[in-house]
T-cell receptor
Framework: DQQVKQNSPSLSVQEGRISILNCDYT??????FLWYKKYPAEGPTFLIS?????DKNEDGRFTVFLNKSAKHLSLHIVPSQPGDSAVYFC????????????FGKGTRLHILP | DSGVTQTPKHLITATGQRVTLRCSPR?????VYWYQQSLDQGLQFLIQ???????AKGNILERFSAQQFPDLHSELNLSSLELGDSALYFC?????????????FGQGTRLTVV
């Protein structure tokens, strides 16, 4: 039962263009969402987060959008750079704060030269 | 460097054996999480400890157990190992028990069961 779904296993984007990574969730009790980035042979690193009381959070080239009614969030990277090539994990924390950070399966982003 | 240390980095062992994975959290972090990443799978939450006590449990097999010690380091014990247990095991830590905070991950232990 996948509560956090990243339906695109991979995505290729031209350098300089916008990368949009999507994430859907099924549990309406999730109220805090995070994106992690992972390079090979390294642990995931935190990228950006958003609380359910917001619909947008921006940090430099990275913006996360949250659509609660659709149970959907997306990560926008503008402009995409070669160093952005990595696996991106969407994650969610439930309202009851039992501290299970639930991750999706990840989307591998390839930035093309 | 996230500040979370996991040892060993690689482990190769035979089926039926038992191994212990170790995690030292970031200084000051009281919460430790364990995750398993298998091929084509996301990060599967196994278990979480907070200040020495089990706080949340995920899809952790009965053959697996964990604990957090008074110095806050944690160990994940995997026993009666099967080929399917081959995976990357990540430890993460965070500073607070509950709240809007991210967890910081170690570099993982790659377990290969042969």
């Amino acid at each position: 039962d996948q509560q956090v779904k990243q339906n695109s296993p991979s995505l290729s984007v031209q350098e300089g263009r916008i990368s949009i990574l999507n994430c859907d969730y099924t549990n309406s009790m999730f109220d805090y969402f995070l994106w992690y980035k992972k390079y090979p042979a390294e642990g995931p690193t935190f990228l950006i987060s958003i609380s359910s009381i917001k619909d947008k959070n921006e940090d430099g080239r990275f913006t996360v959008f949250l659509n609660k009614s659709a149970k959907h969030l997306s990560l926008h990277i503008v402009p995409s750079q070669p160093g952005d090539s990595a696996v991106y994990f969407c994650a969610a924390i439930p309202l009851n704060r039992d501290d299970k950070i639930i991750f999706g399966k990840g989307t591998r982003l390839h930035i093309l030269p | 460097d996230s500040g979370v240390t996991q040892t060993p980095k690689h482990l190769i062992t035979a089926t039926g054996q038992r191994v212990t994975l170790r995690c030292s959290p970031r200084s000051g972090d009281l919460s430790v999480y364990w995750y398993q990443q298998s091929l084509d799978q996301g990060l599967q939450f196994l278990i979480q400890y907070y200040n020495g006590e089990e706080r949340a449990k995920g899809n952790i097999l009965e053959r697996f157990s964990a604990q957090q010690f008074p110095d806050l380091h944690s160990e994940l014990n995997l026993s009666s190992l099967e080929l399917g247990d081959s995976a990357l095991y990540f430890c993460a830590s965070s500073v607070v028990d509950r709240g809007n905070t991210e967890a910081f991950f170690g570099q993982g232990t790659r377990l290969t069961v042969v």
